[in-house]
């Protein structure tokens, strides 16, 4: 019994280590494309489990709490997708409670004319 509750709390803090589900709001195939990129850096440990999201230099504001973030882009609308470690994104955004920063530059929206 013992050993049974302590495989299933290892397996719960194993599955909680990783970080939100970041998913865009476009197609099956592009939908995960942030997530992969997130996974990635969480391994390199560039960032921890709640990192602050900066679209377009603007802080996007979420439930910390949620395990799944829809961001409100498609693939085609990123230009780059950047990642800043926790010391750097305290500092640049003055947030005591980010674990590190993802930061999406996307395409203008604004027309010519």
């Known amino acids: 019994m013992k050993r049974a509750l302590l495989l299933f709390f ?3 803090i194993i599955a909680c280590s990783k970080p939100k589900a970041f998913i865009l709001n ?3 195939e592009n939908k995960y494309f942030v997530l992969e990129s997130v996974n990635n850096a969480f ?3 560039q960032i921890d489990k709640s990192p602050l999201i900066v ?3 603007i ?4 439930d910390k709490e949620q395990d799944t973030i829809i961001l409100p882009l498609k693939r085609s609308e990123i230009l780059s997708l950047d990642f ?10 003055n947030d005591k409670e980010n674990d590190g920063a993802i930061i999406i530059t996307t ?3 604004t027309k010519s004319r």
């Open 10 to 12: 290892s397996t719960i």
């Open 26 to 28: 476009d197609t099956k």
């Open 43 to 45: 391994e390199k440990k």
């Open 55 to 57: 679209i377009n230099g």
């Open 59 to 62: 802080p996007f504001k979420y």
């Open 84 to 93: 800043l470690n926790i010391n750097s994104s305290r500092i640049v955004y």
């Open 107 to 109: 395409k203008s929206k």
